[in-house]
């Protein structure tokens, strides 16, 4: 295989992201920490999350050995798995892991240099915070456009010559995909059990029972708070989109070979298209983060104008550049499939828009729910529901129209639904998902810009610095809460075109897993008897051999399943909080009992016990959710075969998709209104309706950071289970 000149860019530009990645983290480094009382701060936030970390990694080992034996006895025992598949979901979970491990430890270093900046001015705090973020940005990409090109020179290497070399190589790293999405949900989960045990219990009790401000250095929870803040919101958010990232370039590249199987020269420009595109992102993402910046006394309005500067003319930049890239290539329909990139550019600009919305206290949404406080915490908590379940609406809209529009710009409006037609529409799907995160650099800069911002904010009242700062950092926070709330957004919805694009990549493995059965010697025969020859259908042909079709009750019963799983899964982690939560709460009004002298400064709270509680509970409690996320598609695919492994991932993906958005954006509205009353609307702090808006963001709490996040990861680590475990599938079920 000839790999073209320009496929170089890919490894180039991974390097480049890492290499200014180090850049803006040594930048930050250099910046003043501030007073020995916020480094002291700093300190204990940083061990606690190292700790933290380095705890969640060994469990999660031990998961992955356990993982990679099974796959190992599949694939040279059995037989029935692609020999690379356990090497390769290892590299995927341990880039995804250091994404999140080096955003974290840049996290920690960088809030009370934020701090410590916002005592300068507003936009040099901006400016510490959204860099820092930036690492992350980069990290991701770099990380996770280096995996890509490794194994991609290393597979093309070994299947030189062969017939299927492209079609086998892209569903071979798609498993490392697995390997990412396993590592993600684990870090999502625990991260999030983590930070919303010790968020909730330091609201309760201090802000609510003992009337102290939040982050008050009386509070024993408040470094357990800050640490939660790094190993949730950046951990965890760092793997997770590390995972959509790949998954997105990966399924597109895998469609690509299928689409183009015919035409080698054309198939492998199709394969590499969209790493190209993600490539040139890096360089665009670049432009865009150093075009950040605002004025001294800006509103919110003109904070959220300073990073749409900066993300909208980044994907308006790669909308242009798509063009000219898919015309050098000489993609088949090259102005067809480079609207389909703007087709999902434009959906995550509008899905990120329709959540600043409905999550900004700038809006009506979040100032209804303000207004609501004036009668208390139950009416908060309904006009918050509410709220996120009208702002459903417009993202499934957006993302319905997206598909639409990339599957029918991809195939040239082919409506004939013939195998090319549907093969070249559903890249258009997968492609569209990559220009919705070929930007991702600096759109995970915004979000990842979100935590250290809070953690800037705790660290300034710890240290008690002035008013001016506090209220600069809190001005940078508010923003913070509504770019993450945007960011998890922006995740889910290119979750959801990612796992369309993996549900074609699942019938291309399904197909592979046939050919090997039939080379081992195994017979197919369709329900009228007739022999089927896997290697020359087409994907059509599966499906009607397979029954995919409503009026199979196995795919009926797979999608109510797929349902049910979001919901199981929500269930049981809002659970975990909960539990964790009640832990943490009666911790605190221990100390406060019993450490005589806490709540008049006198004397020093047991911070350690409470972080001690919190990586307790995560551990504990994120095993099982994780675990059944795995089991449920080996068993569905095991009972109810292929029929019911796909209605399994439809089912999945449309209930994951739309409770994902309603739970992140009833959160966020939630966390907004809060801090809205903090601002000195409705009373301000103190105030009774201050203690109804801190009970609806601590509902909201688990909603925006635990089990929302980790719905998008839950269907697209369905999908990537079914696709490695499609060979068991074929072979037993």
């Keep these: 295989m000839n790999i073209p000149?320009?496929?170089?860019?890919?490894?180039?530009?991974?390097?480049?992201?890492?290499?200014?990645?180090?850049?803006?983290f040594r930048q930050m480094r250099k910046e003043d920490e501030g007073t020995p009382r916020m480094a002291e701060i700093a300190e204990y936030v940083r061990r606690g999350a190292m700790a933290?970390?380095?705890?969640?990694?060994?469990?999660?080992?031990?998961?992955?050995?356990?993982l990679a034996v099974i796959f190992a006895f599949m694939a040279y025992g059995l037989k029935v798995q692609n020999?690379?598949?356990?090497?390769?979901?290892?590299?995927?979970?341990?880039?995804?892991?250091?994404?999140?491990?080096?955003?974290?430890?840049?996290?920690?270093y960088a809030s009370a240099r934020t701090a410590n900046a916002a005592r300068k001015s507003l936009n040099s705090g901006l400016k510490v915070a959204f860099r820092s973020g930036a690492v992350m940005g980069l990290v991701v990409v770099g990380l996770g456009l280096l995996d890509i090109a490794i194994w991609f020179l290393a597979l093309s290497c070994f299947y030189y010559g062969?017939?299927?070399?492209?079609?086998?190589?892209?569903?071979?790293?798609?498993?490392?995909?697995?390997?990412?999405?396993?590592?993600?949900?684990?870090?999502?989960?625990?991260?999030?059990?983590?930070?919303?045990?010790?968020?909730?219990?330091?609201?309760?009790?201090?802000?609510?029972?003992?009337?102290?401000?939040?982050?008050?250095?009386?509070?024993?929870?408040?470094?357990?708070?800050?640490?939660?803040?790094?190993?949730?919101?950046?951990?965890?958010?760092?793997?997770?989109?590390?995972?959509?990232?790949?998954?997105s370039i990966l399924s597109t590249a895998a469609l690509g070979a299928t689409a183009f199987a015919m035409n080698v020269d054309m198939q492998l420009k199709a394969v590499i298209a969209p790493m190209i595109i993600a490539s040139v992102g890096i360089f665009l993402s670049l432009i865009g983060i150093f075009a950040v910046k605002t004025k001294e006394n800006a509103t919110m309005r003109d904070l959220l104008r300073s990073l749409g500067i900066g993300t909208n003319l980044a994907a308006g930049l790669i909308a242009v550049a798509t063009f000219v890239i898919l015309y050098f290539l000489g993609i088949e329909n090259w102005i067809g499939v480079s609207f389909s990139v703007v087709s999902g550019l434009v959906a995550g600009v509008v899905i990120g828009q329709a959540t600043e919305y409905y999550t900004s206290h700038s809006y009506k949404p979040t100032q209804k729910i303000s207004e609501a406080s004036k009668t208390g915490p139950a009416t908060v908590i309904i006009q918050g529901i509410g709220t996120g379940m009208i702002s459903t609406m417009i993202p499934v809209v957006t993302i319905s129209a997206a598909i639409m529009l990339s599957y029918l710009f991809a195939n040239g409006f082919d409506l004939s639904m013939s195998a090319k037609s549907?093969?070249?529409?559903?890249?258009?799907?997968?492609?569209?998902?990559?220009?919705?995160?070929?930007t991702l650099g600096i759109t995970l800069a915004t979000d990842a810009y979100g935590p250290i911002a809070d953690n800037a904010g705790g660290n300034a009242e710890m240290s008690e610095l002035g008013e001016e700062v506090r209220h600069r950092t809190d001005a940078l926070d508010a923003l913070g809460n509504t770019t993450a709330a945007t960011g998890k957004g922006f995740a889910i919805g290119s979750a959801a075109l990612t796992a369309l694009a993996l549900l074609a990549s699942y019938v291309e493995e399904i197909k592979i897993a046939m050919v090997r059965a039939v080379e081992e010697g195994q017979q197919f025969y369709d329900s009228a008897g007739n022999l089927f020859n896997p290697e020359n259908a087409n994907m059509i042909d599966y499906m009607n051999f397979f029954q995919v079709n409503l009026m199979n009750p196995k795919v009926l019963v797979g999608a109510f399943i797929g349902g049910m799983a979001a919901f199981l899964f929500c269930g049981l982690t809002m659970g975990a909080v909960g539990r964790a939560a009640q832990t943490m709460v009666e911790e605190v009004r221990r100390q406060f009992r019993e450490i005589k002298?806490?709540?008049?400064?006198?004397?020093?709270?047991?911070?350690?016990?409470?972080?001690e509680i919190s990586t307790r509970s995560a551990q504990k409690e994120m095993i099982f959710p994780s675990l059944l996320a795995i089991a449920i598609p080996i068993v569905v695919g095991l009972l109810l075969g292929v029929a019911g492994v796909m209605g399994l991932l439809v089912g999945g993906l449309t209930a994951g998709f739309t409770l994902a958005v309603f739970?992140?954006?009833?959160?966020?509205?939630?966390?907004?209104?809060?801090?809205?009353?903090?601002?000195?609307?409705?009373?301000?702090?103190?105030?009774?309706?201050?203690?109804?808006?801190?009970?609806?963001?601590?509902?909201?709490?688990?909603?925006?950071?635990?089990?929302?996040?980790?719905?998008?990861?839950?269907?697209?680590?369905?999908?990537?289970?079914?696709?490695?475990?499609?060979?068991?599938?074929?072979?037993?079920?």
């Design 663 to 733: 739970m992140a954006n009833a959160g966020g509205a939630w966390d907004n209104a809060k801090k809205m009353v903090e601002e000195g609307h409705f009373g301000g702090k103190g105030s009774e309706c201050h203690k109804a808006t801190i009970v609806g963001d601590t509902v909201g709490d688990p909603f925006k950071d635990t089990s929302g996040p980790s719905l998008n990861i839950l269907i697209k680590l369905m999908s990537m289970v079914s696709i490695v475990m499609a060979g068991l599938v074929v072979a037993f079920a």
């Design 5 to 24: 000149l320009v496929f170089w860019l890919v490894p180039i530009a991974s390097i480049v992201a890492l290499g200014m990645a180090w850049h803006f």
């Design 83 to 108: 020999p690379w598949v356990p090497f390769a979901f290892l590299t995927g979970g341990l880039f995804s892991g250091l994404a999140g491990f080096f955003g974290m430890k840049t996290a920690t």
């Design 597 to 611: 002298g806490i709540l008049e400064g006198k004397a020093t709270p047991d911070y350690g016990r409470c972080v």
């Design 422 to 438: 549907i093969s070249m529409g559903l890249y258009g799907i997968g492609i569209a998902a990559v220009g919705m995160l070929s």
């Design 52 to 66: 933290y970390l380095k705890q969640q990694y060994k469990v999660v080992a031990i998961v992955f050995v356990v």
């Design 162 to 247: 062969s017939n299927m070399a492209l079609v086998t190589i892209t569903t071979t790293m798609l498993t490392f995909g697995m390997g990412a999405s396993t590592q993600a949900l684990f870090a999502r989960v625990g991260g999030g059990i983590y930070t919303k045990a010790a968020d909730v219990g330091a609201d309760l009790v201090g802000k609510v029972e003992a009337n102290i401000p939040e982050d008050d250095p009386r509070n024993p929870a408040t470094i357990a708070d800050n640490v939660g803040d790094n190993v949730g919101d950046v951990a965890g958010m760092g793997a997770d989109l590390y995972e959509s990232y790949c998954g």
